[in-house]
């Protein structure tokens, strides 16, 4: 099991890298240009925190995958993770809706 979250923390820090290249890949200058600067600004600084949080699950999950699997403190934080990400997997599914 450890070695299955140190796989998922490689997975969830290149995860956060690639969030780097998501304003030229989604073409924000151009999609954003008829935002207000605030907004325009808040998706950058956004989706830059994302990253930051992603990545950081990552690490924690390839730097200390022994403690959460043996501690209550890292159960705990297992379980954040679980629910962070099941509730991102319902809003994939069911929160974008095509307008």
Known sequence: MELHIKI???????????????PSYFRWKKDLASLELINREMM?????FLAFFVAGMGAICIFNSEQL?????GKTISLSFAVFWSVRLLV?????VEG
């Open 8 to 22: 998922v923390g490689v997975l969830l820090v290149v995860l956060g890298v690639l969030h780097v290249g998501f």
């Open 92 to 96: 994939q599914f069911f929160g974008f």
């Open 44 to 48: 950058v600084v956004h989706t830059f």
């Open 69 to 73: 699997l043996n501690t209550p403190f």
